[in-house]
């Protein structure tokens, strides 16, 4: 039987929908076939959300991964006692933004025992988490700063298309600027070391120019790719890895969408964030990797307007939890994950 990866999933913002779209997400038992789920997060806001929502799941309170049951109709929760029972729904509160943050310390700490083999994370609120003194601009910073690893970067994933990118949330003039060979080379190293990790012995990898046709050899711009990126490409092909570059953009996103390629390496923010975000916001998730463990997460925030009203949706919270489990550290054959989300709909 194949090794089913153990996913923590951190409960984020306790005053959003994170525990509901958690109680909805893991009553599928197809969850249960792919992976084996594990809550971070407050055992008695878990209890109140699936009362909102009409969950019959059973909460297993625990301290440490080796009492999780991993059972369908139980949901294992490793229980902080950080959140009151009064505390208000669709509210910024210092208490709940200093319990996700605590929430994802502890998820770290697994993670260094060896004990995670991917993390999911639900929607925590920056105002909050700021106001319970953790200064961080989200998740992705604030795991790179636990992790103490320097470096870290975005990889969106759809259907038939993955896409890294060496720079993100930064305008396009700033970015040609950072853009250079060195920064290139480790976000292809990522990506290729995420795919391996995840079961793919040789990732086929594709990265895009800056420039419109890629430059076609000087025709367009100032020969950026020759300057930034072939550099890379030449250092990763000389080690026989299967890199071809710098292409043009647009035909390179329709070649991996048919199966050309396992990854797409964007430049900059909208090269890669558009042709993932056409196939519909629903479909995306947000991956971070270079760190010890893939982090994925929802596509939506805390949702405070509805938070509390058992309304939430929990297909973005299945959708990244399938993405966790196809892009987790692997200890033996790779397992399909078709079935995370059947039924769901």
Known sequence: ???????????????????????????????YNVCRPLVIGDAGRLKKAGQIVGSELVINVIDEVSEAT???????????????DDL??????????DAAYQFIARTVELTQKGELDAICTAPLNKEALHAGGHIYPGHTEMLAHLTGIDEVSMMLVAPNLRVIHVTTHIGLLDAI???????????????????????????????CGINPHAGENGLFGYGEEEQKIVPAIEALTARGWNVQGPLPADTLFFR???GDFDVV???YHDQG??????????????VTV?????????DHGTAFDIAGKGIADERSLLEALTQAVDLANRREKPITTSTVKENVE
């Open 273 to 286: 964030h558009g042709p993932v975000k056409v196939m519909g916001l629903e479909a995306g998730v947000n």
């Open 256 to 258: 991996a969408g048919r």
């Open 1 to 31: 039987m194949s090794y089913l990866p153990v996913v923590g999933i951190t409960m984020g913002d306790a005053a959003g929908i994170g525990p509901e779209v958690i109680m909805k997400a893991l009553a599928h038992e197809s969850v």
């Open 265 to 267: 390496v964007a430049m």
């Open 88 to 97: 208000p729904y669709g509210q910024v509160s210092p208490v709940a933004g």
């Open 290 to 298: 270079g760190m010890p463990v893939i982090r994925t997460s929802v």
């Open 177 to 207: 600027n950072r853009i250079e060979p060195g920064l290139v080379q480790r976000t292809i190293e990522r990506a290729h070391d995420t795919l391996v990790r995840a079961g793919i012995d040789n990732p086929r990898i594709g990265v």
């Open 70 to 84: 991993f059972a369908p109709g139980t949901l294992d929760c490793i229980d902080l006692g950080l959140i009151p």
